[in-house]
């Protein structure tokens, strides 16, 4: 199966506010996982597994973190990696994923 | 007592990492035929615990799967039949939570919290069951089952469903000749304990209630693991035994 970026922000919104327990309008693109939805870590193991679960993808935890601190220094601040972690770099990274799968729709 | 996993083909939930490594590495050195070690997601570590498994001679099976979601048991439980006619032993050591008070909780904690570390142990049983022709099944409890332990409510409460889980399937099974037992540890020296805001002083308060006066070692289990799918243990059934160096006395 296939998917449109249109279609995996949906869906990965839709993820994300059913697991946090935020309403989808808050899961916007610039919103910052951690400090403007309250995500803790076990809800990133959680939204993983969803993600992971409804795109067919397997998410190398350390192949994320690497990409998460890429461009950031040698030690990026907590306060780096909260403003980088957004749904909009979230999707990015989705859309990465599945286009290195060919899951994703030219 | 003689090896009670000689010869016997055996699959750890969790079993990768912490206690379930150590009952993997057990089970391998006493003999087991062939070990299939679930693990969620760290491939490295999952690649050692089969290293050593291996050099006590034993086939080691890696098998990725989320326990949280059936479709993923289905596919662990299908490689499985892929590979052997039965099963003898079953050790649950899949496990996962957030630790925080209860009332802060959010439905997905306590879903995934009970998913992974419960209701994967019924399902896995399901499974399990027409694969064995008599065997053992032990599930890892805590004593946050039983009693309270702060910042423990999510994992605590799935610890005691699983608990009262493992009476029901010992009774339910015990006529097929397939034994259901669960151990209670103490406070277990894995990387899991880090998890608890302020792990050192919950570790030097625990060494102090013990009246071993030390936390437990993963192979402190592993050994109960052995003796619970011994023959020596036969007339055991839907119990869950304590094991934490008299932790709980006080």
Redesign the interface.
Known sequence: MSYTNEEILSKFQEIVA????VDISEVVPEARVFSDLAA????I??IQ?RI??EFGL?I??DDFGERLAEGLGEEPTAQDIDARFTIGWCVDFICEELQAAEKVEE | MKSAALGRVALVSGGSRGIGRAISLQLAAEGADTVFVNYL???VEAEKTRELVEQHDCQAHLV?A?L??P?QIGQLFDQIEQTVDHLDVFIHCAA???M?PTLAL????WD?TMNASTRSFLLCVKRCVPLMREGAIVALSSLGGGRVIPNYGAMGIAKAALESTVRYLAAELAPKGIRVNAISGGLIDTESIRNFPDSETLIEETVKRTPAGRIGQPEDIADIAMFLISSESRWICGQTLVADGGLSLS
């Open positions: 059913d697991a946090l327990s803790e870590s076990i809800d193991l959680d597994f992971e679960d397997k190398n935890r | 997601q760290n491939d990725r989320n949280a979601y479709n996962l939570t957030s925080k959010r439905p997905n904690q995934l």
